[in-house]
């Protein structure tokens, strides 16, 4: 707003960098542009004050798809007056030369129509679209068709960009479809985690296979091993019986040998007493037994006993 000065019958204006000033005194234009400072008679100036820094409307509506789906749409126009001589022409930005103060409200004027001709672009390429299109693509449909035929040249004004925050149905609608979309991504979170099982199941059988396998073989090598000491035993046992005989039969044979030479010794023995007188083999066979007998303190011989023996010797 333009900082006015009052004095007795004259006022003095001074302007903004971001303001253009049009100053008409009886049909002539005796003022005009950005930043001005200038005195005028309030009885016959006609003040207009245009904005020319850059602005932005901000829009929310709904618009229906092709499916017959409502969604909302929640965009942002930024816009800027680069032609504020016809902006003048077409909207009344008049302010009060006393106050400074706007006699109408351009900027609603303007907001009115851009926001009427942005909502018309808009359903005009969402009737074209599926809500799920809408909702996956449309922010960029949206921003394409509204920045490529939004103007606002007959009213001296130039789009300057063109903002789509969001494309979203209605709560029943997107609480459906957020089910859905949890649904699916919680079927694929369920078929990793089945797959994810199944692989450790496939791991647990191979490593219960090689486990098997690893047993099998030392089974077969404890068997090869009970099968050769078996054999070692048995080599062993063979071994020690054959010492065992070798030893018996020497044994054996000591034995015998010993047993015939004893024997032939006896015979010898007996050889030599066959020549000898039996009297002298009796009185040696009396001394061998007195030298075998226990000793014996006393002896009584009664005639019984001596008449036998004396009747022998007198033979």
């Not at 199944?198 to 068997?223: D, G, W």
């Not at 090869?224 to 071994?239: M, S």
């Not at 007996?270 to 037994?289: I, Q, R, S």
Request: net charge negative; glycine share 4%.
């Amino acid at each position: 707003m333009a900082d006015i000065s009052t004095y007795p019958g004259l006022r003095h204006l001074r302007g903004a960098p971001t303001v253009h000033i049009r100053h008409v005194s009886k049909g002539k234009l005796i003022h005009e542009g950005t930043g001005l400072s200038f005195w005028f008679r309030p009885r016959t100036a006609v003040l207009s004050e245009v904005p020319v820094d850059d602005r932005e409307l901000p829009m929310l509506f709904h618009a229906r798809t092709n499916d017959y789906q409502d969604v909302t749409v929640q965009l942002t126009v930024t816009y800027r007056c680069t032609n504020p001589e016809t902006a003048t022409t077409r909207i009344d930005f008049s302010i009060d030369p006393d106050t400074g103060v706007w006699r109408q409200d351009p900027l609603s004027q303007i907001a009115n129509t851009l926001t009427e001709s942005t909502q018309q672009h808009a359903l005009k390429i969402l009737g074209t679209l599926t809500l799920d299109t809408a909702i996956r693509t449309g922010v960029a449909r949206v921003k394409q068709e509204i920045t490529e035929n939004l103007t606002a040249n007959h009213i001296g004004l130039e789009i300057i960009d063109v903002r789509v925050v969001a494309i979203r149905p209605d709560a029943d609608m997107e609480k459906a479809l957020q089910t859905t979309v949890r649904e699916k991504v919680q079927q694929e979170a369920d078929k990793a985690t089945y797959e994810r099982r199944a692989m450790a199941v496939e791991r647990e059988r191979s490593i219960s296979e090689n486990e098997l396998q690893n047993q099998i073989e030392l089974a077969k090598r404890e068997e090869l091993l009970v099968v050769q000491r078996g054999a070692n035993a048995l080599k062993t046992a063979e071994d020690h019986a054959r010492a065992s005989r070798v030893a018996d039969d020497a044994k054996a044979d000591g034995i015998r040998k010993l047993a015939e030479a004893e024997a032939a010794g006896e015979k010898a023995r007996l050889d030599a007493y066959k020549e000898v007188p039996h009297n002298t083999l009796y009185a040696l066979a009396a001394k061998e037994l007195a030298g075998n007998l226990p000793e014996i303190g006393s002896i009584t011989l009664t005639p019984d006993m001596l008449q036998p023996i004396l009747q022998r010797l007198a033979r």
